[in-house]
């Protein structure tokens, strides 16, 4: 069983799990200890590791995280970027089950229990949308809300699958998908590389409803055609990857939706989940009517690869 806010324990899908997965949250910083001061007290017992990721911070938000947190994981970041921020983060988590949030105040850490149940539900990638019912940005400016709409309509030309919202760092995944991400990625295209690596994987994706607030305060670190130039290259990077291993198979209709996905060391992906009591079949409904215990939910992208194994 889980915990609640309030550390107490309740009922869940899961409740006859003999052993609930542990959850870690990892949250990149780059200045900002003001925002940690109101953003980790409100983090619930569902967390049992907090990670924190300090891209050489100079208001004291590491001492913060710490007077706040003691038990909180502190990782100083080697490379400037959020991207390499979240990967080293990854690397230093122990949980079964990794979320990311940003530092800023933006994202609600209640919404953590929606990641987690649709992860348990049968998800492997589970994704925030500003854009579902039930979600929502006071963030938004019109130039980030179009870009954001035109890469994530690349993406679903692309690759295929659902997606709603590409551009938005409130995701979460079990850390057993991790090799499937590994290549170095420096900035803000993070999001972008791990969701189309989750797409052309064959992954099960699926998207919740999140709320985005406007950050309490500082200064925002993203430059709307630096990054979303950052993002569309990925695309089409990552694109390239898929067609080349296509190609290599004699395949020459790039369609992903025809079999075939991406290949990986990883093989019985989920079977070391069963600890946990995770039905492998219960994510079948292109509404995600089917994703037990989430309120607002839909399934980007079924996840081809791995259902035989599953099983
Ligand atoms: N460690 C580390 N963290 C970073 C770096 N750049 C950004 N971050 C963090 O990544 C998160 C997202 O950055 P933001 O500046 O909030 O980007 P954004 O959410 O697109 O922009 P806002 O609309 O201003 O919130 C925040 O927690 C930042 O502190 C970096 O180079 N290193
Ligand atoms: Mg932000």
Redesign the pocket.
Known sequence: MNKDVNGKTRGTVLDSSPCPPRVSLV??????AENLACLLPTIGGIVDELVI???RSTDGTVEKALELRPDAVIVR?QR???G??LQAGFAACSGDIIVMM???G?MAPAEIDTFVSALQAGADVVKGSRFLQGGGSG?LTGVRMLGNAVLTRTVRWTFGGRFSDLCY?YMAFWRDVLPFFDEEVGG?EIETFLNVRALAAGLRVVEVASYEE??LSG????SAIKDGYRVLSTIVRERRRVRRYRASLGLHRPDLHSGSPMPHPVIALREHRSHAGIPATTLTSASGSAVAGVAVAAVVSEGSALRGHAQ
Request: glycine share 10%; no cysteine; net charge negative.
């Open positions: 949250i990149p910083t780059l200045n900002e990721v300090d891209g970041e400037a970027g959020k390499y921020a940003d530092a800023d933006s963030d760092g803000f406007h950050r200064e925002s670190n993203l």
